[in-house]
């Protein structure tokens, strides 16, 4: 009796250069949708209906896979906030802030499973390099906010008590950003940007 099944289709010759970056852009999107412990040799390979033996020619096992993963999406997300954290005017005014929120959240909406991967992944992975990631966002917030504040014209004793609760709250208004603009289409990076930027320079102002 013949066969009903289908012959797998031959996926297309692609050296490891270049398969490299679809397997990641795979894993990515299961380990979105499906957490980092789905993302295996095997439903990679699925996804991209491809054989096992095409994944390990470009890595050696699913832990190195996942670690190239994650250091993607890490150099990712740096490149991304150092670009919106660059030098500005010390005295800056609620524009900067609505124009460093907007460069934010365009990242977030040109690449927004990477920062799915940030935001919704439970996994230790993840965790650790979202951490190294904050810490270097903080450190440049406290840099750049510091002759902010005394140009505003605090002193140095209450710059010195008030920056870090001031770059906290900063930080975490930016994060907030973002979640608010994966979680659905009530907000544009435009709008959004617009409200959060008044709202935290209006609060920073508001400290002095």
Same mark, same amino acid.
């Given at each position: ?60 096992? +699913?832990?190195?896979?996942? /670690?190239?993963?994650?250091?993607? !999406?890490?150099?990712?997300? &740096? =490149?991304?906030?150092?670009?919106? %954290? ?59 906010? +510091?002759?902010?504040?005394? /140009?505003?014209?605090?002193?140095? !004793?209450?710059?010195?008590? &008030? =920056?870090?609760?001031?770059?906290? %709250? ?39």
């Amino acid at each position: 009796m013949a066969s009903t099944t289908a012959p797998r289709q031959r996926a297309e010759h692609l050296g490891p250069e270049r398969r490299r970056p679809q397997i990641l852009d795979a894993a990515l999107d299961i380990a979105v949708s499906e957490g980092v412990s789905a993302v295996t040799v095997a439903s990679v390979a699925e996804r991209l209906n491809v054989t096992r033996p095409v994944i390990y020619t470009c890595f050696a096992n +699913r832990v190195e896979m996942i /670690a190239e993963l994650v250091k993607r !999406e890490e150099n990712r997300l &740096k =490149l991304s906030v150092m670009a919106v %954290l660059h030098n500005r005017a010390a005295d800056a005014d609620a524009s900067v802030f609505i124009d460093g929120f907007r460069a934010l959240l365009e990242t977030v909406a040109d690449q927004p499973n990477t920062w799915r991967l940030v935001y919704g992944s439970p996994d230790s992975e993840v965790a650790e390099f979202f951490g190294r990631g904050r810490a270097d966002a903080f450190e440049r917030c406290m840099k750049l906010l +510091r002759p902010t504040l005394v /140009a505003w014209g605090m002193s140095d !004793e209450d710059v010195n008590k &008030k =920056l870090y609760p001031l770059v906290e %709250l900063w930080v975490s208004a930016s994060e907030a950003a973002v979640r608010t603009l994966l979680s659905g289409p009530e907000w544009t990076p435009d709008d959004l940007a617009e409200f959060l930027g008044n709202s935290v320079y209006q609060a920073l102002r508001t400290a002095i």
